[in-house]
């Protein structure tokens, strides 16, 4: 099974949704292919508070086990510029990389660009000769660093080059892709309609196309008579104002379905060229004058000045803003998943819940994946993926799969999809870091049996919000419980353990495996419910005279009364265990450091009605080393570390109890 991460700024964006398409449609008959997409925002960015984390999802599809990597990079131009997003990408340098819309200076990595000269060549004639333009402007995106604003723009200049015409620096103009900006710098620049001393202007986009006409129209100039106004992009918003914009169709779901056919290719072995160039084509409608204004058709004069119309997918595609949620079933299911954001659930009560609305939202199966311990993550900190994650639920309504809590652990640097559920499993997939705030829990899965991923991309959010808000709301039950339930639980550890290959032979406590074992489990329950307690470590002194003394049965049974003393003078509910010859642990979960005189006394007096019981030749004696833990600080409890600190503190009672001989 191939596995193909696609990495997107925003899926609220008709261009990435357009390339989205594209792949989708290629990939939609492979019965070897998953592809996974990612809704990445910019790294730090300051939209959304904490929009940041979404950057998160970039690691993941970088992992070991995914193949290949396509970058939308087209979708990041307003907010990063290529060669920043290059650079942030360079670490990644080992996996295959196909970027589309611009070369992303990844030694190795492939890419996919407009060749968009002749089409401003042929736009620049057109209206020089048919509508008798000299004097043409441009609005550019420069500033943001975008490599297909540079190129559209020098696209521009050949075009008024070879049409000899001349380029006036005074009449070009910069923004971001974006109407608001586009209309607020022509209101800067012409305060008055008598100020505008251009025929024409040529955008970067759409959106910035429809900025300037939006200003010129509300200056009281008339669109297309005073001036022609061309945009690029040939997007939904060109075809839904008025006048119906003029524009340049760069291809965008044939350079989707390239990127796909490309990688597919790529991973079946095939060499592939490392630039792709996709054509562009004028589509001459009412802002330029080409369409009366009176012509409500959704139709364009071609560069070969013929009458076209949209073909099928481009009418499916601007369709599709209404059609996800045009069944009540969909709609009820959002609200429904908003109420469960807004109510308090424990996430058994929510898997329990999630599959009839997975049914109604259209997406076959969610998977939710928690790491062992959520991770903080401020902004503008690297965000380091940690290794160790465990699957929460996988509510697959196709294959029946209802698994909550299956038992299943994994490290997602190497492989965020686990195999019990992904192999085999061919189609579109959307992956998304699950936070809340500075809290990072893990990532969710979503399969999609449809390309409509903007509609998807909200049933998504609202998931996670939910998951975070139940994630929060069950851990707090933990955190509430009393001790006693904690103990219950443990218990209930204990009986499943092995005792066979847990169990001291000799003493019938917990051997070493045992102890460290149910000794970590101990400490991760305590750190759910923010407790403290204290571990204890302790040396039974003299054991070698013993032996040497009166033979090694003797020291058997001063090692059993040992392990006697120990649990006699703990709780029924404290952990102990024998971790070599003479050396024993224990862990008391809520015991504070202030009763160890008491538990010392306690040892001492039980060594010597022992001792008088079983009639030794010698006083039983043992050395203590104890430790107090705070687990409500929020770190990873270590048993290991634990250990290590009792141990020096053992170590300087053994030296004073020496030092007293």
Known sequence: MKKIGVLVHALTVEYALEVLNGIFAYFSDKQDVQFFVAQTKEPNTDTGYYEYQSWNGVSLLFATDVDLVIVITGSYSSTVSTDNLGKILMSFREKPIISVGADLKIPGSSYIITECDSAYENVVHHLKEKHGCKKIAYFAANKTGSKESLMRFEAFKKGLEKNKLKFYPELVYDGDFSLNVAYKVLEKKYPKKEDVNFDAILCVNDLTALGCQKYLIDLGLNVPEAVKIIGFDDSTYATQSHPRLSTM???????????????YKKLNGEVIPAVTSVPVEPLYKQSCGCIPLENNDDIYINSDDKLGRPNDYTNSLRKMSGQYLNTLSSIESLYR???????????????????????ALDIPSCLVCFYKKPVMHEQGKEFILPRNAYVAMMIDTERKVHDYDPGIEFNPTKSPFPPEYFNGYPGSFMLHPLFSGRKNYGYIVCKLKTSNYSMHSVSVKILINTIASNYEYTRSLTKNKSLSKINIALQQSNSNLDLQSKTDELTGILNRRGFM??????????AEAGKHGVLY??????????????????????????????????RSNDIVGR????????????????????????????????????KFPFTLSVSLGAIEFDLQDNKEPSLSEL???ADEKLYIEKRRKHAKK
């Open 249 to 263: 169709n760069q291809n965008i779901y044939i350079q989707g379905k390239i990127a796909a056919e490309l990688a």
């Open 337 to 359: 998943l908003l109420d469960l954001a807004q109510t308090s659930e424990t996430l058994h009560h929510f898997a329990n819940t999630l599959d009839k609305i997975l049914v």
């Open 517 to 526: 074992e149910l000794g970590q489990k101990t400490l991760n329950l305590a």
């Open 537 to 570: 470590f302790a040396d039974l002194d003299g054991l070698k005279k013993i032996n040497d003394t009166y033979g090694h049965d003797m020291g058997d049974e001063a090692i059993k009364a040992a392990a006697h003393v120990f649990s006699q003078a703990l």
């Open 579 to 614: 971790l070599s010859g003479d050396e024993f642990a224990s862990i008391a979960i809520g015991m504070k450091l202030t009763h160890e005189r008491k538990f010392r006394d306690k040892v001492k007096s039980l060594c010597s009605m022992i001792s008088k019981d079983k």
């Open 643 to 645: 250990l290590s600190l």
